[in-house]
């Protein structure tokens, strides 16, 4: 903390007119810099993976090479004779009758038992003093497998005589699923699909595939854990939920959960894929055997095992309209392989049902949306949640849609798009501005980028530089057989948690006089991933109790729960939290300047008042005292949980309900050029405009929309994990097979940020996170399409794609 | 085995390292200089960029011998590197004894006023700077290879076009930012660096 010379105080009672514009700096709605961007920059920022403690062990996974097997045996005697092994632990060794976890349903073994259903799945630990020697010592672990029939897809899975992943399922969804292998079903059915469809003058359907998509945060699967000397354990840790970590590791290491004490050190990104568990509990494990701390860190292979990928999906779309381009109906059925775990499939299926038609006006639709078990690797949460698969199918949609009533893609769209008060399939009205038409126009308006940027003019006519070109400095073309494209698409994200879940968020605000200073002090369970939360955190204290100071505790399980950093919810509820809580706290201040001051001058009594620049002053601009004078020798400090307000779950059989809490539009506008010839494709350009309520920190909110976009880019052409349909084994779990955008793989991503406020949200704003990353995606394969004329009805698009080889 | 070399412009040694030890571990887990960062451990993505005498590399993929009586600047001693760039010894320095991490440190986070993050402007170095002005860090896992690929960069381009700062960065993967701004922090330090020449 850095000191401060005492603020000359205004002597309480001597009015006196603060100017126009001296607000507190660095509130909401400015672009603040981050508090943790000088530690990151300078190298001092501790991540998980950098958590290191005076004598400790290093602990290792054990996975398994097959996808689906009968363990026969599990032999450890080489390993535990290892010199420099500490603890070799298999299921046997777990300590508590719970040996599942699960994020809604607990169907994943901590460590194998009896069978492995996914290739990767950990099968034993080990724990000794230098990270060679674990992973040596486990390669000497013999396990016996008798491996089982795969399923892979949704024929294999629901086949006569089909083997099931779990055998006697008793979790709440098996009552209305029509297969033991599908995780849960949604229907939604509004209007009438089939009547409608006999009005339309044109129809159009495509099958759809969206292939495995991988979060690829920089910062692998990391912690520390330490035992403490009540028989409990400390874990730093990278997590997007300490509090959701907590309730699953706490069972099945036996202990009460105040004996896990948890807190989140440096997470290098998540964008959903630290929403499960991935070695929390291992290294807790390791821990309490060993006496030790244990750290553990998974390298880019592990990481690819260690979580959880977006589901990869199969659509079929069918589309009407009338001569005039209005929506008849939609029916679509949409079937994600959710893997040899639920994790998250459950939610992925009512998102992806509940937005499957995207943020268009249609009465009548008939949709179906499943998650499968399958022998493939887990898939849970990533950024866009189900939504993203619809996106790419609808938006493909309406442009073959367009296509077949000769008109304008974009116009189409905005012929039908959604406005405020228009319903969901599932019945909810939209009743917030929903400006899909403005924001399609906005990216349409845009000036395009220059044609052939890649040719210049020199002294002998032209030149051309090849790191412009599809292929760049691989000098595959020098221009010839290259073509331009452009493509539009726009989306539509739920933000929060839906379907009558209790989505709560807790802050605890602190405000003292530190060396005659006012100083907040905001503390949350919030994962900061990356996102910046602690940034708006702080901006809202600054806002609210008019200090400039403010600390922000580390996130920890001493504090209530903030639910997830997921959802693009974080700012909308634990920022709602911290403005409740801010909230209070004036409120006591005021209470606490009234007894000091209150006689000497009538306004505070009488004016309503407000803390500005470290003063209390009156909404006429009269400064009444500082704050520092009213609090010193007293601390306010307040917790309180904040709620939004609540869903309800969707009906099993119709879909119909009031189920989720605000939405999120983006648009995009994608121009690319392709190399016909190899099938190269580069992305010129990819224009972006959404709808964010209220910018609170617009420097942030820009970045995380270029951020999303990418991610977007990433699968439309290059990203996707490949397994094997014969033995469900993963190909690619590397950096050098699968593959992420790149700085040059990624072109401008210009962003037209619009502000209309959803009057039900703090402050007006709406979630922003994922939203761009829904309609980046089918923007990019418009635009390809656009370029070569052919259909591309699967993403990532591959060369052999584009060249029909 | 024993090993000798220079850390930002510090004498270390380290002993009973294991011939198949990277530099990026000896440095992370013996040296406590864990700001180089371990995204692939296969040389993919750039996290762990150091110079070696000068050279920008893939420190895991450097084995912890071939380090041996060299020079290594990390981020640490990023800013520092920068002060002493014309110095006949570059990065020799580190007078101040604050190129070293502390743990304890690296938890607090504070949000000060704006004007005081500004303030402290003066202990970075110039793409640091940048970085943190422009929004270029977020997660901020792949920063610290970045600002050492990017520093090079400058040093020996210093007006780079854009399609110079893309290819000196290809090698470097961000999962957060989209990269926009990170072109606009190099652009933004360049243009730094210009304003001070003049
Ligand atoms: S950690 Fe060295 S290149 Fe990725
Ligand atoms: S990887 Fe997170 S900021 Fe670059």
């Known amino acids: ?805 | 085995m024993r090993v000798n070399f220079t850390v930002n412009g510090r004498k270390q040694e380290a002993d009973d390292v294991w011939e198949g030890e990277s530099l990026l571990y000896v440095l992370r887990e013996r040296m406590g200089l864990p700001g180089s960062k371990n995204a692939c451990e296969q040389g993919e993505c750039g996290s762990c960029t150091v110079r070696l005498d000068g050279v920008p590399v893939c420190s895991c993929l450097v084995a912890a011998g071939q380090a041996e009586g060299r020079e290594i600047v990390t981020v640490e001693g990023l800013a520092d590197y920068a002060r002493h760039r014309d110095d006949a010894h570059p990065g020799a320095g580190c007078a101040a004894g604050t190129c070293g991490t502390s743990l304890d440190q690296a938890k607090r986070r504070q949000a000060g006023p704006p004007d005081e993050q500004g303030a402290e402007a003066a202990e970075l170095s110039p793409i640091q700077q940048a970085f943190i002005d422009a929004g270029a860090v977020q997660c901020g896992f792949c920063t610290p290879g970045l600002l050492v690929a990017a520093d090079e960069l400058l040093e020996t381009h210093p007006s780079p076009s854009d399609q110079d700062i893309r290819e000196a960065l290809s090698g470097n993967l961000c999962r957060c930012t989209g990269y926009e701004k990170i072109l606009d922090a190099v652009r933004l330090a360049a243009a730094r660096q210009e304003e001070t020449v003049r």
């Open chain 1, 1 to 805: 903390m850095a000191l401060h010379p005492r603020a000359a105080s205004v002597p309480a009672g001597t009015p006196t007119r603060i100017t126009q514009g001296s607000q507190t700096r660095g509130g909401i709605g400015e672009s603040t810099l981050r508090p943790d961007g000088t530690l990151k920059v300078t190298g001092e920022f501790a991540y998980s993976s950098d958590m290191w403690h005076e004598d400790m062990l290093w602990g290792h996974t054990l996975r398994s090479t097959v996808a689906h097997a009968e363990i026969r045996s599990i032999d450890i005697g080489e390993a535990v004779a290892t010199p420099g092994v500490y603890a070799v632990l298999t299921y046997d060794d777990l300590p508590a009758a719970m040996k599942n976890y699960g994020l809604e349903i607990q169907d994943t073994p901590v460590l194998a038992h009896g069978k492995v259903r996914h290739h990767g799945e950990p099968v034993a630990l080990v724990a000794a003093d230098h990270p060679e020697t674990a992973r040596r010592a486990a390669a000497k672990i013999r396990i016996d497998y008798a491996e089982l029939p795969v399923v892979t897809d949704e024929a294999s899975a629901t086949a006569p005589g089909a083997v099931l992943v779990h055998e006697g399922r008793t979790d709440h969804h098996i009552g209305h699923v029509p297969h033991p292998n599908i995780v849960h079903r949604q229907p939604i059915v509004r209007g009438d699909a089939d009547a409608a469809a006999a009005r339309a003058d044109v129809i159009v359907t495509g099958d759809y595939v969206f292939g495995m998509q991988d979060q690829a945060f920089l910062g692998p699967e990391s912690g520390l854990a330490v035992p403490s000397e009540d028989g409990g354990v400390e874990l730093y840790v990278a997590t997007q939920w300490l509090h959701s970590d907590l309730r699953q590791i706490a069972p099945v290491l036996g202990l009460p959960e105040d004996k896990v004490r948890m807190t989140l050190s440096g997470v290098g990104g998540a964008f959903g894929g630290r929403e499960d568990l991935s070695m929390q509990i291992h290294a807790c494990l390791l821990a309490l055997r060993t006496g030790k701390p244990v750290k553990m860190v998974y390298n880019r292979f592990e990481s690819f095992f260690g979580h959880v990928h977006r589901h990869p999906a199969k659509l079929r779309y069918e589309h009407g309209a009338t001569r005039d381009g209005k929506l008849t109906h939609v029916k679509c059925r949409i079937v994600l392989d959710g893997g040899a775990y639920a994790s998250a499939s459950p939610a992925v299926v009512g998102n992806a049902s509940s937005l499957a038609v995207g943020p268009y006006v249609v009465e009548d639709v008939d949709i179906e949306a499943i998650a499968l078990y399958s022998n493939n690797p887990p898939c849970g949460a990533m950024r866009g949640f189900g939504a993203v698969q619809a996106c790419f199918a609808y938006e493909a949609q309406m442009d073959k849609l367009a296509a077949a009533l000769d008109m304008d893609p974009v116009e189409l769209r905005q012929l039908n798009a959604m406005e405020q008060g228009t319903l969901l399939p599932t019945g909810q009205p939209v009743d917030s501005p929903a400006p899909v038409a403005e924001l399609l126009r906005r990216v349409k308006a845009r000036p395009l980028p220059p044609e052939q940027q890649w040719l210049s003019a020199d002294a002998d006519g032209s030149s051309v530089d090849v790191r412009a070109l599809p292929g760049g400095l691989s000098n595959t073309t020098h221009g010839e057989g290259v073509v331009r494209g452009v493509g539009y698409a726009v989306g539509l994200k739920n933000v929060g948690f839906s379907e009558g879940f209790d989505d709560y968020s807790t802050a605890r605000v602190r405000m003292e006089v530190i060396n005659g200073e006012p100083v907040a002090t905001v503390h949350t369970a919030m994962a900061e991933v990356g996102q910046g939360g602690v940034t708006v955190h702080a901006q809202i204290a600054r806002t609210e109790l008019g200090v400039s100071q403010v600390t922000i505790h580390p996130a920890d399980t001493q504090v209530g729960s903030a639910g997830s950093t997921s959802a693009s919810r974080q700012t909308y509820v634990t920022g709602g939290a911290v403005k409740n809580s801010c909230e209070a706290v004036r409120e006591q201040v005021l209470e606490i300047g009234r007894r000091k001051f209150g006689t000497y001058h009538p306004a505070w009594a009488t004016a309503e008042l407000l803390l500005e620049s470290g003063k209390v002053v009156t909404d006429g601009g009269e400064v009444l005292a500082s704050l520092a004078d009213v609090l010193e020798g007293e601390a306010v400090d307040v917790e309180l949980e904040w709620r939004h307000r609540p869903t309800e779950a969707f009906d099993l059989r119709t879909g119909q309900g009031n189920g989720h809490v605000q939405y999120s539009f983006a648009a995009h506008r994608a121009v690319v050029e392709v190399d016909t010839e190899l099938g190269l494709v580069k992305v010129i350009e990819l224009a972006c405009a959404q709808d964010v309520g209220k910018a609170l920190n617009p420097l942030s909110v820009v970045g995380q929309i270029q951020g999303g976009t990418t991610q977007g880019l990433g699968v439309a052409v290059m990203e996707e994990i490949i397994v094997d349909p014969r033995t469900a084994k993963v190909r690619n779990p590397s950096f050098t097979d699968y593959l992420i955008p790149t700085i040059l793989d990624t072109p401008t991503i210009p962003v037209d940020v619009l502000e209309l406020a959803d009057d039900h949200a703090p402050y007006g704003l709406r979630g922003i996170g994922e939203a761009p990353t829904l309609s980046s995606t089918p923007a990019v394969l418009a635009a390809i399409r656009n370029a070569t004329g052919l259909e591309l009805n699967r993403t990532p698009v591959r060369p052999e794609h584009i060249t029909g080889t």
